[in-house]
């Protein structure tokens, strides 16, 4: 919403700059008319990267209070294999083959202070990646791994961005990422939801719980 009424806001004044070095040019004023004409060019390009920004930030979700992020769903498949179903809270489903004895999912957050929060911005999150984890470290180390992204950025990374120049963005207060990770077992159901601490994930039925309860 916020960066819809700034492309706007820099598309208006990209036009009226426009139409105001048309009619300097019409006058033979040159010099005023090539003024404007290059304010046009920096608001539309202004616009330009508001609508990249706001398209990339479409693909996070707000983060005002615990938020339900996916439920995952395990079917054993073989030794150390699972096959993972990520239900997300909008009802799309995806499935990975998972190697390994527990599960991980991984998201990055973004949070905002100052003005930034005065107009409007909350804090955000967009899961990033989930993959498959060895309780030993020796197979951590030598055994096949098993990551699948679970989004990719639309328009400008801002993320990136933010990571690239935190020092000269004051408006960002902190970006991070955070993890979760419990045992697969066979017909394990697990919640996972996100709060201003991170990641946060409960069994929800008897093989979740039970394969939590035996884990070492």
């Not at 009619?23 to 005023?32: F, N, P, S």
């Not at 294999?81 to 991984?106: C, I, M, S, T």
């Not at 970006?175 to 069994?203: C, E, K, N």
Request: glycine share 8%; proline share 3%.
């Amino acid at each position: 919403m916020i960066s819809a009424v700034v492309v706007l806001f820099c598309g208006l004044c990209a036009l009226l700059f426009a139409l105001a070095a048309a009619r300097r040019a019409q006058r033979g004023h040159v010099l005023a008319a090539t003024l404007n004409a290059l304010f046009a060019v920096a608001m539309l390009c202004a616009a330009t990267a508001a609508a990249l920004v706001g398209v990339d930030l479409a693909s996070y979700a707000r983060l005002t209070h615990e938020a339900p992020v996916a439920e995952l769903r395990f079917r054993q498949e073989g030794n150390q294999r699972y096959f993972a179903e990520v239900l997300h809270p909008d009802g799309e489903r995806e499935g990975f083959v998972l190697a390994g004895d527990e599960w991980q999912l991984d998201a990055r957050v973004l949070k905002w202070r100052g003005a930034a929060t005065m107009i409007g911005f909350d804090s955000v999150f967009r899961l990033d990646r989930i993959g498959g984890r060895y309780r030993d470290i020796t197979l951590e180390r030598t055994a096949p791994r098993t990551v699948f992204e679970l989004a990719r950025p639309r328009g400008v990374d801002v993320w990136s961005l933010a990571q690239r120049f935190h020092r000269f963005l004051p408006w960002v207060d902190a970006l991070y990422g955070s993890a979760t990770y419990l045992p697969m077992a066979d017909g394990a159901h697990y919640a996972v939801s996100i709060s201003a601490t991170g990641l946060l994930a409960r069994p929800l039925n008897r093989e979740a719980r039970e394969a939590v309860a035996g884990w070492h």
